[in-house]
């Protein structure tokens, strides 16, 4: 089956430590891009790929990392620079990097930083 | 910079009542997505509009881009229960998309 997939679903952290959120897409898109929603809120941009080894930074992208080694692969780090990382992390794909193409989202990791 | 509003933030409807959230652009967009978010999942793509004026419907749900391509709509006809959900437009912004708000539809059986 095609699609994006995140682990974990759910995930507990200390403050004070980093931690990697996965996401993996087998569509074969190039663009790939990570989201912060907050209870009740619309969804803020982090940092998106257009292509492998390159990203850049969204609205919100203080507190976070990225790579892009692979096509398929697009980890997020929240960093323990991250000030108020508790929110819900959503990944998705598109086709290509240009606004304009559909968006594909995977079902999201709900980040608890206790 | 270019910003994608969206109204109302939250509406609450009685079941076969009618729904509708407008979206609102800064600058002239060159196309609107819309998807809509269940409860406790994911957005999911519902539909784009490229053209000025352009109408789609999709059932009970009718989407329509402005004449300047700067404002959109997404009307939804005798509510069920099964949409409630956020709907969320976006719109591109250089080389990636930017989200609204999201409206937040319940509705009442």
């Known amino acids: 089956d095609g699609g994006i997939t995140q682990s974990p679903k759910y995930l507990f952290r200390k403050e004070g430590q980093n931690v990697t959120l996965s996401c993996e897409q087998n569509?074969?898109?190039?663009?790939m891009y990570w989201y912060r929603q907050d209870p009740g809120q619309g969804l803020r941009l982090i940092y998106y790929?257009?292509?492998?080894?390159?990203?850049q930074k969204g609205d919100i992208a203080e507190g976070y990392s990225v790579s892009r080694e692979k096509k398929e692969s697009f980890p997020l780090t929240v960093t323990s620079a991250q000030k108020n990382p508790t929110a819900f992390y959503l990944c998705?794909?598109?086709?290509?990097?240009?606004?304009?193409?559909?968006?594909?989202f995977g079902p999201g990791t709900r980040l608890t930083v206790l | 910079g270019q910003q994608v509003m969206q109204i109302p933030q939250y509406q609450h409807v009685q079941e076969g009542e009618d729904f509708t959230t407008y979206c609102n652009s800064s600058?002239?967009?060159?196309?609107i997505q819309w998807y809509k978010q269940r409860p406790g999942g994911h957005p999911v793509f519902l539909i784009q509009l490229v053209k000025s004026g352009e109408v789609k419907k999709q059932k009970r749900l009718t989407f329509q881009f402005g004449e300047a391509k700067k404002n959109s709509s997404l009307h939804i006809t005798a509510t069920q229960t099964t949409d409630v959900g956020t709907y969320f437009c976006a719109g591109p912004k250089n080389n990636d998309m930017r989200f609204g708000a999201g409206t937040r539809l319940t509705v009442k059986p």
């Open positions: 600058t002239t967009l060159s196309n």
């Open positions: 569509l074969n898109h190039d663009a």
């Open positions: 790929s257009q292509i492998v080894n390159d990203f």
């Open positions: 998705a794909s598109s086709i290509s990097g240009p606004g304009g193409d559909t968006q594909y």
